[in-house]
């Protein structure tokens, strides 16, 4: 199978380019981390959210300009208007009683038509069947203070979903790392593992081969097999443990699960960089941790939130202009159009008075709501502090453990040499030697474990200072 990456994470990560099906992928953390920065869903995401807001804020600049829109509309007259006009002398045209109450001269109080009341024949019908209005009708906000305040929330936005996008990028690299790591040592401790299988097989075999020939016991071939089989449930859990990180890191860095890839690092290999990378941890500094830079944005926010509140007290003006064409007609709405076009300018002004204390309310909130925020950063800042004190002494304290298992690796591996040989020539027991192949082996997996500690110390070190490198990555995946 011809092993592909897709065409994103492909340009980011050249030497792949030239994979055959022969051959598997061996990628370092680098590699690991920049086709993260190319494949993972959330960071596609969070860089959407930013070109959101853009448009939002474009949006914000279209409503201090002129607005244009064109509309149509239609009446059909069902019934028609009576307009009666109270003017003596007029006869039937007077419609009615005067203001005195007393009747129409000229009038017979007992003829209902001549009353000019409603129902009456006298009144006159105002009105067509047919009324079209057509035509533009334009706006431009002149004094608008909220909107002008609503352009420096829309920069805020954009700048707090920036700083998300960052936030979600660093926890990206804290995950892949952590997931690499673990890979790491699933890999080394199954090594470990599978080396101590080989002995108790090769022991197993040796006194099996001796028992044949009569120089063994039957308890000695019975004791090797138990011991060769006591290490199997220990391979079997290390291959799950190597296929479960490498599951995960696969669905961080958005490759397909059928993608085959080794690690070209060994967890060894960091504990000659240890010593120059813990001087450099050594720094409290929080400035760039994500999580208080977004509280301080959205302290900014809810700032400009309160003004933009404060602002609703504010008047408004606005210029209008309509240019309409209006026809009236009887009959069929379709027939007999007559055009005629009309024109306004003008201004619109308004002034906020009294709308039930809705405009304080919102002050009120947008006060209490930042006052809320001000304590959370408190409390966040005094926590980040705490954890990464609580990160520091964790890298200090693996450092030292690294070099106490370092020692305590050499040395077990030299008394395994040394029973091994004494073994051989009859002056140690199977139990001996046994035993410093157990120790051996926990003192192997002490090392990497210890080395695998210090690792994600300092990632989760790096995420509370924010100080991860995600320009490197990114800018490796658009070259």
């Known amino acids: 199978m011809l092993y592909r990456l897709k ?53 914000v600049i279209g409503q201090l300009l002129p607005s244009i829109d ?12 009576v307009m009666y006009m109270n003017m003596d002398g007029f006869g039937g045209l007077g419609g009615g009683s005067g203001d005195d109450g007393s009747q129409t001269p000229g009038t017979d109080s007992g003829d209902a038509p001549a009353t000019g009341r409603a129902g009456g024949s006298n009144g006159i019908k105002m009105g067509l069947d047919n009324s079209w209005q057509l035509g533009f009708s334009g706006s431009l906000p002149i004094i608008a203070p909220q909107l002008w305040k609503s352009l420096s929330l829309s920069d805020s936005q954009i700048l707090r979903s920036v700083e998300a996008s960052r936030q979600s990028k660093q926890q990206l690299v804290n995950q892949v790392k952590s997931a690499y790591y673990a890979l790491l040592l699933a890999e080394d401790s199954r090594k470990v593992i599978q080396q101590s299988y080989d002995m108790a097989k090769l022991t197993y075999e040796t006194y099996s081969k001796q028992y044949a020939l009569g120089a063994a016991s039957d308890y000695d071939v ?118 005629n076009p009309y024109s306004t300018i003008g201004f619109t002004l308004s002034v906020p008075i009294f709308q039930g204390g809705r405009r304080y309310s919102a002050v009120r909130q947008a006060a209490i709501q930042l006052d ?21 002494d964790n890298i200090k304290v693996n450092v030292k453990q690294i070099a106490s298992c370092s020692e305590s690796m ?24 046994r035993d410093s192949e157990l120790a051996l082996t926990r003192a192997q997996l002490a090392y990497y474990q210890a080395i ?23 800018s490796a995946t658009e070259k």
Request: glycine letters at 4%; one cysteine or more; charged letters at 25%.
């Open 7 to 59: 065409a994103g994470i492909l340009t980011a990560v050249l030497p792949l380019m030239a994979i055959s099906a022969q051959t598997v992928p061996s990628l370092s953390l680098d590699d690991c981390l920049t086709i993260a920065m190319s494949g993972n869903p959330t960071v596609k995401v969070a860089d959407m959210e930013v070109r959101r807001l853009d448009y939002s804020k474009k949006e």
């Open 70 to 81: 064109f509309g149509v509309n239609y009446n059909r007259m069902v019934a028609k208007q």
């Open 222 to 339: 019975l004791r090797t097999s138990v011991a060769m089989k006591n290490v199997e449930p220990e391979l079997a859990q290390a291959d799950i443990a190597i296929r479960r990180a490498n599951l995960q890191l696969r669905v961080l860095m958005g490759l397909e699960p059928d993608f085959e890839f080794t690690v070209s690092d060994r967890l060894s290999n960091y504990e000659s960089t240890m010593y120059e990378s813990t001087l450099a941890a050594m720094n409290t500094d929080i400035s760039g941790n994500a999580d208080l830079r977004l509280l301080d944005i959205d302290a900014d926010i809810t700032k400009k939130n309160l003004a933009i509140q404060k602002l609703a007290f504010s008047p408004t003006l606005a210029f209008t202009a309509n240019y309409n064409w209006t026809s009236m007609s009887n009959g069929s709405p379709f027939r007999n159009f007559r055009w």
């Open 372 to 392: 809320e925020i001000r304590l959370r950063r408190e409390n966040l800042e005094r926590s980040v502090n705490m954890q990464v004190n609580l990160a520091i």
């Open 410 to 433: 050499k040395q077990a591996d030299r008394a395994h040499t040394i029973m091994e040989r004494s073994f051989d020539i009859g002056a140690a027991s199977y139990l001996d030697l």
């Open 452 to 474: 695998y500690n210090y690792l994600i110390a300092g990632s989760e070190l790096e995420l509370l200072q924010g100080t991860a490198d995600v320009d490197r990555y990114t």
